[in-house]
């Protein structure tokens, strides 16, 4: 293993710890170093590590004494985390709808903005999705009560891997992105600096922190959209695997032979669960429709067609997701996409397919629920992910 890669995987491995660390101030409020060792399962020199660099970068302070842990000796001085006047522009670059916002370190939104971008195929190199988003980032900044003096990081979720050793972004449905070092291009297009990060991750995160899996340490969340993907948070931190390329839940094969793939395989997940397969099969009856919002629409007015469309691409899940639980035993699956807007059907198909095939023990010990965020979830996720970045490393 080189030095180089050594180090961004420790470089990662304290970011995450970070994010770990931050979470269970926003959760618990101002609590001691020794609480937040237990709390996070960190050792006390992580911890008082981590708070020294979190305190040098003005998102921490330590004052006050706990008096309240009962225990012998000098009281430990309490952790309190910062609510700075810092803003984030944070922005979902999906296939479908290209969304920003301005936010606070606190998930509040200030502004906000949201446009389909131009029809793009295969041959899409990544530069008209970086021009428009350029354009909304600086639509934001000229908004009102936006001072762009505060604004001090972009934090972007791209629907695919994100490269750790280069940035590009690796996407099946979007193959010359790689092309393109997108996080570079934004940077300099809006002069912020720039991350990048899978937009299922970000989605867990901000469920974990503001939705509905907030307090839990072990989530699986499943965004099921154009592509269906999984953010894992395991032991309170987000789970990237060795190359980031954790969460292609959609490339899981569930029929032999089946239908071709964009990953060049066949019988994949995504062939039948994801929305292009419900769009397709709802066309034959209802052939206006086009887009996941009317599948949400018929859903909505208890079309049953759409209605068991859905509940199939929700059984498909559930039996992938089944196993997922067999193996990491996560205290809540979070299901979120666009397929899940249409109200609590896909949720339902979801549970009734992890009870069935799921280990009593684990299934029993299950929380499944519906995301709460909506389409803000990757959004406020990128708040997390910046604020775990802002300290140095």
């Known amino acids: 293993m080189s030095t180089a890669t050594t ?15 931050l ?68 922005m979902d670059l999906s296939l479908d709808v290209v969304r920003a916002a301005v936010c606070d370190a606190d998930g509040a939104v200030l502004a906000e903005v949201g446009e ?79 991350r990048l990060e899978n937009d299922a991750d970000l989605c867990a995160l901000g469920e974990r922190a503001f939705g509905a899996a907030r307090g839990l340490d072990d ?18 931190r987000l789970y990237r695997g060795a190359h980031g390329g954790v969460g292609e839940l959609g490339h899981v094969q569930v029929s032999e032979p089946g239908d071709l793939c964009v990953c060049g395989n066949r019988g994949c997940l995504e062939t039948v669960a994801a929305s292009g397969p419900v769009i397709a099969a709802l066309q034959v009856v209802h052939p206006h429709v086009r887009t996941h919002e009317d599948v949400a629409a018929l ?36 299901v979120g996409g666009d397929l899940a807007a249409g109200g609590d059907h896909l949720t339902r198909a979801v549970r009734d397919a992890v009870e069935r095939s799921t280990k009593p023990r684990t299934a029993g010990r299950l929380a499944l629920l519906t995301g709460e965020l909506g389409h803000r979830a990757a959004l406020l996720g990128a708040v997390v992910a910046a604020d775990a970045a802002h300290a140095p490393s």
Request: aromatic share 0%; with cysteine; proline share 4%.
């Open 7 to 21: 180090a961004r995987g420790l470089g990662a491995l304290r970011l995450a710890n970070r994010e770990r660390l």
């Open 23 to 90: 979470a269970a101030l926003r959760e618990h409020g101002d609590v001691s170093r020794a609480e937040l060792a237990r709390l996070t399962a960190l050792s006390g020199t992580t911890v008082s590590s981590l708070v020294t660099e979190l305190a040098d970068a003005g998102l921490v302070v330590e004052g006050g004494d706990d008096r309240t842990s009962g225990r012998r000796g000098r009281p430990g001085r309490l952790v309190r985390a910062v609510r700075d006047r810092r803003l984030v522009v944070a």
């Open 116 to 194: 389909a971008p131009a029809l793009a195929g295969p041959d899409d190199d990544g530069s008209a999705a970086l021009a428009h988003a350029a354009g909304l980032v600086e639509r934001l900044l000229a908004a009102d009560g936006v001072d762009r003096r505060r604004v001090e990081q972009l934090v972007a979720a791209v629907p695919g891997v994100v490269d750790p050793t280069n940035g590009a972004v690796v996407s099946d449905r979007r193959p010359r992105w790689r092309e393109l070092d997108l996080g570079q291009e934004l940077e300099r297009a809006t002069g912020l600096p720039t």
């Open 219 to 236: 989530v699986v969340l499943v965004k099921a959209s154009t592509g269906i993907g999984v953010g894992l948070v395991l032991a309170g």
């Open 299 to 334: 859903v909505a007015a208890g079309d049953r067609g759409a209605v068991r469309a859905v509940t199939d691409a929700g059984t498909a899940i559930g039996k992938t997701v089944a196993d997922l639980c067999n193996v990491l035993a996560p205290q809540a699956v979070v």
